[in-house]
């Protein structure tokens, strides 16, 4: 999977190139809906593009705003939508969905009505057993009751996930057509605001893994998906390295970014923001975990947030940053990965009575995972704690990018990060300021993937140029 955003642009050129992109998707999708349009026809139902995950076919409440929003986003990105649009358009349309969906259209009061997609492991069951059909027809009409019973059980209190996904794609078409239709105001309406158009690309691959764990999130314009007018630019990116199972990865990246606005500390201490929406998601998490009778998924993390001058990262686990400054040499990494053959974390979790060894040719905490700060594992919660490590960077103008990358990357053999920073150097453009292309990102994975059998993602931002125009 690969996502590229829309190039940087200087002060002066940004209003002009924004407003280009703005229109380039709204001729797009005019083209696309040109016949309902024209004669004032109903848009047919939106059909989701995409099959959802067990976990999130059936959802909560509390989790509409997050899985609207990743619903929503991940639409417009595949409509190739500009980002500060975007995250516009999902603002919206989560301002309508939140204050007119009526829950009760969406509920599950009835195993059934998740057919195929979601059967309750106690009714996959059913069934099973004895062939001698010669207890009679009663025996089976009540088992039936019980599973049907069991499945009402289960799905008390929760919503039928692809109808809410559909209703929110329904409002964010909306959403959009109303924008076409006030063309003349939408400079209006929407945030040209922005100072910088951040070029940034994202490449995730399953290389020769079973699965695909990975998630990341390539979001610039943040502040715009906030309720609140007095939040400064912030963008964030992040990386989520699942283990065992993907899901610490994506309820990660569907939930960071809602639980991160919502903390009292973003406008004020981005930082403390950070760290303790780390700590608020493992909890979610592991709750959520616990509810589903003991998901053992966990996830390793690293987020970086850019305000102002300043770049704020947190991380947990082996996921790391690096920062390249200009020059053949200029590329370090910056974080210290949390893993059991640390001796520092080796005393820690010691001394919360727990043990590293070393198994299958590495440090494993209890035996099992190599690295020790995670979200989730709720098994080995004690002593994968999810308390993170933090740093903040002026941006100077000698800050070229950085790469947010999971240790697919990191641990490839014999690649330097010379040869990384070479790599991504040369996806530099000779036209508009030497911007790197939105092929850096593909470039460094397809590097690494050549001595790593892991799934890999990676994560490149330009930083050249920033610091100038602030």
Known sequence: MTTAVAAAASVDTTPTRLAEMNASFFSRWSEQHQHQLTVGEEMPPVIVPWRLSFTRVRCTEADIRANCQEWILRHLDDQACPHPLAEYICQQSLSIIISTMDRSDYCL????????RCRPAAT???????????TGASDTNTSQQAAHDDGESENAGLLDGMKVCQHALTICRKVCTDLLQERSSVSGHLPLNCKWLWNVSAQAIRNRRRKMEDRHLVMPYLEILSEAKSIPPTSLYAVFDGHRGADAAEFSATHL???LLENDHFESDLMMAMEESLRELDRQFIDYSQSKGNIKAGCTAVIVCVRHAHMYCAWLGDSQLLIATRGDDGARLVTTPHTASSEAEQSRIDALGGICIQASGSWRVSGQLAVSRAIGDCDL???LVS??????????NDVDYIVLACDGVWDAKDISLHTMHTTIHQCRTTVAGEQLSSEAAKALVDLARTASDDNITAIVVDMRGYAAQL
């Open 109 to 116: 009061s009835d195993q059934a009505e998740l057919g195929s």
């Open 387 to 396: 308390d993170c490590d933090k740093m903040s960077v002026e941006i100077s």
């Open 124 to 134: 996959a069951s059913t069934g099973t057993g004895s062939s001698d059909n010669s």
């Open 381 to 383: 919660k004690k002593y």
């Open 257 to 259: 970014p809602s639980i």
